[in-house]
């Protein structure tokens, strides 16, 4: 195929992939007037366009792999089936780590093609290009366009924009199959909604089986919109729609005020960080006067440079200048080789802005109060949008846009990262609805991601927002199985013992589990390494940060607290298991009545712990580190020297495969850490609440008794309890208490506030200005009543008038001559 | 018909013969005349499109000109046109007038007079978009004004005389200042060739100082802007002039609420694209400041107003409020440095941002005026705490309401997106903080219709008087909210769609306004140094 | 020419002495008067600036007019005073106070 | 000079004089022909000859003559203008042109009385000898030309007018009214005369051509044109103006407006605000211009009667901007419909004026075409006034036949009832306040556009047309509200309801005032206007 040929067919496809399910919601809301309210018509209409959907994505990867001669080089089968026995630690010194085996014969090409003078974009990837181009961008139609300055709706689509395509598709038609069984209580013309009263019973009112699965075919198409646009613009439009969708779904059981609230506050919330997206894009639009990303092809590219292109080198080196007054400017190049400069602040400031609305949308400190309350969505809800797709579009677009931010836009990132996983983390360990663990689960593993992308490891970011979705959408849906099975229970004290009532559910669950925390098998056996995708992203992420402090001193928390989190987070979710599957059931009527759920699904549950475990298979010489790394924005492989005027370094891919000590390099130093970190939390998990044999409530209750000293076990159980199990339960109530109390607070105060600013403005309106007019209107009517008055009617003064008015008019003449 | 005068006049006059030939009709035959109102209105609207299709997207110049004699002494022609800026206002015109006469089958009281003055009404509005003569434009201006005061004085609620007084009032008011500037650009166009004249686009040759040996020296452009802005400000409406609207609308009836917020409002965007900058450009330019201060002010203000309202009809209009500020920020960032004029492109974007949000917020207050008469007319009230539940007693209407309060909100997609969303970027270029200070309505937008949507659509049921009248929507109410929603998706996901019929034409307002700076005109700065 | 002055005086002072008689009466008649006094106080004066100033015969023609006008004034004035009379039983006309405001 | 060169002087020009002279003449063949009616009894019931029919003939054929004689002059565009009678009057197209106006008004007058038939037939023959009377006055008041003519049309309009106010007999305020207005014209008039004697001293002469010589000659003395001279020029000039603002109810000599109109019956008080006053407007023209002397000696004026003229102007100026301003605020408190109309003339007059100020303001300084669009603006606003205040006034009579109030709060729902008058009140009312498609609007522009234009020479004007225009707001309120209370306010149950439908006599009446005034604001403008330019350019030429 042709270059252009392989353009129109992958964007043909990804185009239809993402329209389908556009389509697929005007038939599902008409579906729903017309006469199949009670079938599941609607429902199969979604999975139709959502599978098709996935399809069509995944036909794209595969002939854009094949096309590009991506898969000829990357031979990921042939590897696999060698058998070879392959450790964490041989990534090539060059730093070319994705490139694996064929890194060398890559610089060759890399060397030839630069002798011959070929345009580099933006992306590392553009190597390839000369041979054949791997990033396609293109048009749909132009929205507007004033004078030089052009919007338009387009796509870009490289191997990145074809991960995603694929993850989301697939997630999505997992989550719609399951959402089938999980809705289909809605399918009757009498749903009793056991939240909410009604007088005195509770409300009775028709399902809307179809509307849920409308509402996300809507969401399905505003996502892949996102994850399809060609420019920043495209992506705040469907940013927007996401979040319209995210309300929508948020807010399905209308009835439920707490629902409707939680959708207006995720809303809401979003708009805070949307406001910060607005400044950056005007800062953009205004300094930049472009929104494309970037323009592969090399001849429109000096016409209309995007982006990146603009601002950055072919070796993703941006130029700054001190100006006369010894600010800092950055040189654009802007078309046809112009030059122009902006304040180098002004480009920091656009790039926290734009952060700003990826801190709202993936639910980063301290706008991360909304998603827990979004759990009053339905849990497919949640499971898709609330932590596969949605939330991690935030990160995305920090991805999508890296080459635009500073330095020091990243180290703001990067912290903000930090204290979000961190935090979460924490809360998570106190939660017991089991949605909302997740949740704070999700927050937290959405900071590990910014964490990421902040210190420079931009495809571990990525890697873990791909394997993140899979096994998080996967607990979620397991919850959600629970949820179902046990008729609306979400607490999990309630709960227990429930793994051989509903053992599909329970293992899936595990493996999601495992895979969050990260725990594996060191060492390879059998040509494998025992290890689920979970472990492979993490390491990555810990280990980049872990080189980012060997080049930034001062930035040790950025370390520090990503492998404290990962203690934590096996903690928590182990808690979660046990507490949910294992021992003995808490509450009996539950567990009597709770059972296995169905075929339509348990199904998705399976597929997607196959991926939760094998979707990062091999990790950093795996395909879908391959795939990313062919996406990696220039100079990220070499990292970037400290520069003016923040001196932050970001650390490359050599740093991280750096030797530290001995002959562990960095990478396996801070991978050693987290699995030592997880595997503790594990434990600690288990103890308390697998094997129970930890029991806080228990020491307590025993005290005073006099065998207390012989259960030596208890002592630790006590001292953990208070070295470890209380301090904790303590700082994540603060910081839960801060969330509540002091963010919560805030935006509740700055509401109030505004509340208060609207009376106010509204007394003032009808007050001041209004009473200006009518005071105004009232006095011209007084005076004009009391002219009335002049008018008396007796003739006699009628004539003195006369003799005055002479007079008056005298003096007039008088005065106005003088 | 393709005659531009017959058709131009035609356009203009339809209603107005309309509203003659109604006026033989029996009292009694009520349905017989407002199917021949709406006649009227379909003819127009038919008329309106004729006249979109034979208009040249690619000329920027006034098209389709007409000029007959009115009054020869004072040089006073009937002189019309129209071109990429009229265009899309007076097919909202037609099309908004349209659904309104369709809204206006639930007025039972003195059918025969309201259909009358409604159309009216509409003769006026389409009057002042076409019209290029400022004599003209100022009396089809004021034509407006009597219908407009009984169709809220009679048909209106129970405050229907102070809002109607008020209204009437405001606009005279704002009427009286833009005769002061009507006469100073008479007396001040003597000269050259032609002398005095009325002709609008005269007029703007000589503000442009494109006319050897007349020209509008500083100071009168300064005098005159700031009279024609206020008179224009009043109908847009900006703080600190616009506590006539929310009386207006609220007792207004729904039909003319609609024509309200749909229509006349965009009679004072157009004026200022129209007459006051293009005749004033170097009033406008030292004004230029002021203008985005009380554009974003507006779009601040008119949220917080709203957030606090409790009446349903008060909160649409304050939110029209701040939505008109978005016109008003938009077509002021026009940023000089230096004597010249900077980024012109982005005040062009700026521009025609500004003539988007109008045409949006035609559209979508339009929608949300029809709303909410839609539920008033059941329960025959409007405060917002005394609803909830609508979405499960009247999901097509709630759907579709809801549909149309995201456009009001701004939602990509829908057609309230584009006019803010490209006033607020182009604002970056001239002033930062001001740009930041618009843009942050749209946090507050979001949480007033999200709120409002809350307590009114969501919620378990429904807590106020009259829930025994809660019937689903009949099949008229249904056309038009469906139009209107149609219409709000399709300019929401083709603006090209509106940007195309005006660009050339903005374009070229664009480029004129900043030569004159750019030209070296004695710039109207100075004076105030 | 101090016989004019002269005359213009006694004119002025019939002037103010009509108005105030006109503003003072309360007597319908009273204030008839006061107009007549006004009138003649003119008429004084054109015969004055006749036999003093070029307006000559026209002043004196002048002053036969308003003799006239003034008498054909009177019988309306007359005529409606006593309709008044008719109407309120008294030619005071501080009662005429119906009309005002 | 003996009386036989007097006589032949007499007769050298009554041969020119009495054909130009025919419609004054008609008119007073009509007055006696009604005398002799009354006189031989044919004005009884049952007679085939009404008092109107005699009166409306006379009428039509002084219209006919007039018209005729102004079509004479507007066709040989630059008829010098004649001296009638010695050159006590002035025949020219200006004098034509209201002739011929003020019979249309008294045509529409009769037509109204004929309708609500307020002169009944036994005393219809001195009603219409009175009004014909007072006609006649204002027909001279236009051609004056010399000082006793123009008290003499003063009061010849005036005498007559005041029987006419009092004309309701058997009524207290009609009576109280009659004396009011009586007393106070006749104060007024003793003030004018004592005027018109100091001025026809000073300059030796009341022949107004010869004054304005007289006037320009003692300018070009510095050594008169100073100290007592100026004063009693001064005082004598604002004496004759009082007397003419009596006529005109310019404040503060607006006092007998209010009442007297209020005792008139509304046919009476129409006529007097809407004809009285385009006579009272022709002759403060004529004197202005009287004052500024001929057009063509322009130039040649000196700079201290420039000076002079600019004083008049101004101070004409101020006093509209205040009589405007008074007349309508204080008009917003009425409660009585033709108190409330009596106050909007009283304002409408303030607007006029501000148009002959801006005459002498162009005048005075040689702009002879400023000049001209500022009478043309007078002449139009008093043909659109014409027919506006008339059909106001008319209105108002035939509401009161039906519902026997003049009340405002008695008007309740009249639109209901009878939605002809109530649409016939909205349009003139609107045409009152200015609002265009009405006839109103076009000429308040024409007012405003000469005040503007004037106030350039003259900043310190622009106070006044910026009082003018606001004004036209102020008003806003208390036409509007006589409209919510015909249109929204609801009515009582036992309010009297009026039912005049379009088609009878009355509706046609208020249709024909209506549509003028509709067609003067909108395709007949330009006809109009061009009546009122022509007639501009005769009486400058």
Redesign the interface.
Known sequence: MEPDQLKNWLSLLLTIAWLLPLGGFALEIFAGFWSTRLKKTAAYIAVGCIGAGFVCSLTALCSWGMHTGYWAEHDYLTKFFQETPLGGDHAPADGHAADGHHGSEHDAHHDEHSAHGAEHGAHGHEHDESKYPTVFAGRYYQLAEFGSLQLEIGYYIDSLTLVMFTMVTLIATCIHVFAIGYMSDELTEDYVDHFVHVGEGHLHRPGRFYRFFAFLSLFSFSMLGLVIAGNVFMVFIFWELVGICSYLLIGFYTERKSASTAANKAFIVNRVGDFGFLIGLMILWTSFGTFAFSEPSAEKAAENPGLFQMLRDDHGQMTVEIADDGSHQVVLTGPEGTHKTIPYYLLVAAGIGIFCGCVGKSAQFPLQTWLPDAMEGPTPVSALVHSATMVAAGVYLVGRFYPMFTPEVLVTIAYIGAITLFMAATIAVVATDIKRVLAYSTISQLGYMMLSLGVGGWVAGLLHLITHAFFKSLMFLCSGSVIHGCHHEQEMPKMGGLRKKMPITAYTMLIGVIAITGLAIPGTYFGFQFAMSGYHSKDAIVATSLAYWGLNDQHVLLFILPLAGAGITAFYMFRLWFYTFAGEPRDQHIHDHAHESPAVMWVPLVILSFFAIFCAYDGEQGPLWGLLVHSEPAGMDHGFDPAAPGQIAVPGHHHVHEKMSGDATVHDVAGRYALAVAIAGAILAYLFYGARLLNPADVRRQVAGLHEFLVEKWRFDELYDAMFVKPVHVISGWIAALDRVVIDGFLHGTSKAAVDVSTWDRRFDEQVIDGLVNWVGDRTFRVGRSLRFVQTGRLRQYVMFIAGGLFGVLMLVYILTL | MNDPIILLSAIIFAPAVGALILSVFNKEAEEGMRVFALITTVVTFVLTLMLWNIFDYQDPQMQLQVSVPWIKAWNINYQLGVDGISLPLVLLTSLISLLAMVASWSITKQVKGYLILFLLLETGMLGVFLALDFFLFYVFWEVMLLPMYFLIGIWGGPRKEYAAIKFFLYTLFGGVLMFIALLMFYFGSAGGEVGSTFDILRLQKIGQGLIPGVEFDGMTQMIAFWLLFVGFAIKVPTIPFHTWLPDAHVEAPTPISMILAGVLLKMGGYGILRIAFPICPQGAQAAAYVLVLIGAASIIYGAFAAMAQTDFKRLVAYSSVSHMGYVILGIAVWKVSDGSTVGSDYWNMGMNGAMFQMIGHGISSAGMFFMVGVIYDRVHHRDLNKFGGLMGLMPLYSGLAVGIFFAGLGLPGLCGFWGEAFTVLSAWNYSPILAIIAAAGVILTAGYILWTIQRVYLGPEYKGPHPEAITPINMREFSVALTLLIFAIAFGIYPESVFGMMRESTTLLVTNLSNTVNSGLEFAGNIIQ | MPELNFCILIGAVLFVSGVVCMATKRNAIGVLMGVELVLNAANLNFVAFARYTALGLDGQILSLFVIVLAAAEAAVALAIALNFYNNHLTIDVDRADDLHG | ?NIETLFNYLKSDLSTSLPAFSPELTICATILALLFARLFNVDRRGSLISPAGITLTGIGVAFVLSVVQLGKFTDSGSDQGSGMFTGLLLFDGFTAFFRVFLLVSIILIVWLTQLSGIPDREDGPDFFILLLGSTLGMMLMASANH??ML??AI?MT??PS??MV?FL?????A??????Y???G??????M??G???L??LL????LPEMAAQLAKIANDPALMSGPTLTTL??AV??I??GIA?KLSL???H??C??AF??ASAEVAGFLSVASKAGAFALLVRFCLAMVGEFTEIHATPAAMKQFNL?IG??LG??AAITAT?G???????TNMK?LLAYSTIAHAGYMLMAVSAMMIFLSLGDSNGAKRAI?GLLYYLMVYLVMNLGAFGIVALIRNEIFSEQIADYAQL??SS?MLAVGM?ICL?SLVG???TGG??GK?MI??AM??AA?YQPIMYAV??VG??N???S??YY?NVL?VM???PADESARTAEVPLASRSGAFVAVLSIAVIVTGTIF??PV??IA?QVTRLVSS
């Open positions: 000079m000082m006793l008290f003499l009061e005036s005498v005041y029987v009092g007999k058997g009524r207290k305020t009576s109280e009214a009659a004396l009011k009586v007393v106070y006749g104060g007024a008039a003793g003030v005369l004592y018109i004697s100091l026809a001293g030796g002469t009341a022949h001064a005082i604002v004496m103006l009082v009596f404040f503060p000599f006092f007998w209010p009442d209020e005792g004083q101004v101070v101020f006093v008074f309508n605020l204080a008009a917003y408190s009425q108190r043309e639109a209901k939605p909205l609107f609002i265009p498609p609007f076009v522009f405003f556009a503007f234009d350039e047309f910026v225009v606001l036209t707001v102020f806003l309120f509007l919510r249109w929204i306010v403008v330009a206007q061009q330019e």
